[in-house]
């Protein structure tokens, strides 16, 4: 297993031990590649653990893990209310904000976040940022109405000053990434002010007709796990407090 693959697992699996506990029943899974972790460690939490939970998937992905895992599945307009919900991040910087849909899953991520009572993220050590926009450089992943793409590209590009803003094209397949919602998705890159304090941002493109939801979500997490090179795994806290702790088992 290559240095990340084990960050990220030492990510996930510290924070599942610290936050996915006896009581809680509704839970929230994210996207992406640090998510499997979480997964696995769920599982291994045991069949009498699991039993009576429902597990509320983030997209296509996350509910085929929740399937093949052999957890039950639920959605959250029938569970509007979850007690935690562990997602992946792109960046996070050191006040929790953080960009996420680079696996273009920001939207339904988004919602998980704000059902959550409490809501964690898990990521190794590249997304440790004290500003966004540090490594993860390829821009806010913004979800757009198909219709309505190249105007929201033009507000972008003369309105509000990322005028590298562009339109994201698939790989295996002609022309631009559909999302699990079936729209768009443009990824704006900004300045490094801008980036200061990415709530005005935030809401600046949320206002931009067209715009289904921005990949920046600020200061929801309650803490961030990062897995590190040396086995350790560095917690940043939602009131700022930063620690240090050992793998787990
Ligand atoms: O849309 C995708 C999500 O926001 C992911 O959680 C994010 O891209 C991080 O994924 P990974 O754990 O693969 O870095």
């Known amino acids: 297993m290559s240095n990340i693959e084990a960050s990220k697992k030492l ?14 029943r509704i839970i929230g899974i994210g996207s992406g590649s640090t998510v499997p972790y979480v997964v696995e460690r769920i599982v291994q939490q045991g069949e009498e653990a699991n039993k009576g939970r429902v597990f509320i998937p983030t997209g296509f ?3 085929e893990l929740i399937v093949s895992s052999k957890l039950a599945l639920g959605d959250v307009d029938e569970y509007p209310t979850i007690d935690v919900t562990l997602d992946g991040a792109d960046e996070v910087d050191y006040q929790l ?42 821009g806010v992943p913004i979800e ?37 919602n079936g729209n768009f998705i443009i990824d704006a890159p900004f300045p490094r002010e801008k980036m200061l304090d990415p709530y005005i941002i ?12 921005v990949g920046l979500f600020c200061r929801m997490a309650k803490a961030a796990y990062f897995g590190n090179e040396d086995g350790t795994v560095t917690v940043r806290w939602d009131d700022e407090k930063v620690e240090q702790v050992a793998a787990p088992e």
């Open 11 to 24: 990510a996930a699996y510290t924070a599942v031990d610290r936050h996915v506990k006896p009581e809680h």
């Open 61 to 63: 992905q996350s509910k």
């Open 97 to 138: 904000n953080c960009v996420k849909g680079g696996g273009a899953c920001h939207l339904r991520e988004k919602v998980l976040a704000e059902a959550a009572n409490t809501f964690i993220l898990v990521a190794d050590y590249r997304k440790n940022v004290q500003y966004l926009g540090t490594n993860f450089v390829q």
């Open 144 to 180: 757009v109405v198909p219709f309505a793409y190249a105007k929201v590209l033009q507000n972008l590009h003369h309105i509000l000053g990322s005028p590298n803003a562009v339109l994201r094209m698939a790989v295996k397949k002609a022309g631009p990434v559909v999302t699990d």
């Open 202 to 213: 935030m809401a600046q493109i949320k206002m931009l007709t067209g715009v289904v939801e």
